[in-house]
């Protein structure tokens, strides 16, 4: 009897032991490699009173959206190049909540400073501004619903890395599996978004000229995304 029940036990335990890798692997499946490898580094923005009544502004002022808190309702990605040219000092850019008096043009639009959700540093490190549904000023029309990643670097002698590539695509598809993302574009794309639904600044009279982070990384990035089977822009033709 007792033979019986060690061996009832036996069973069971490896019943169990067996049930727990299962799960477990079907875990991994299901997170795919991206949550295994993907480092993502907690370095917060100051998001103060000042900031949250900044950003409160700019939604009812540029875009009418009246809210209690500064949060958007994520459905885009917009990948940037921070056109500096290291990472501690696009930090310090990003930290304060006001705009500095240098940048003239945009400060009559808002003096809520620019910031991103997501910064990625040329070796391909992930760091982490601002939770990502919290509302950050990066790109006219579209900030209600878009997430920000910028990348250390610029379009001449501080092209974008592979690196970088690799963690946009990784960090983007991780998001989606937490956000209705339909769309990846690069900030010069923005005007295409002009009369969609999604955009909503009411001055059409404020637009800025944009090239980052240049067509081909924003290919690169994209064609790396084709599982998340994302909306095209809506100017087709600049679908390249
Ligand atoms: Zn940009």
Redesign the pocket.
Known sequence: MIHKLMKTFIFLFMASNSFAAKSDQAKDENEGQVSAVLKIIERPIIFNKEREKLSLEYLQQRYAMVQNKATISPKMV?V??TAIDSLEDSFRVFNTPRLPSSREKISSASALNVSAHFLIDRDGSIYQLLPETTFAR??IGLNHSAIGI?NVGNGSDLPLTKEQLEANINLIKQLATRHPIEYVIG?FEYKQFIGHSLWKEKDPGYLTQ?T??GLSFIKKVRSGLSALQLKLLPLRESNH
């Open positions: 917009v940037h190049w990066h790109v910028e900030h944009k980052d982070p």
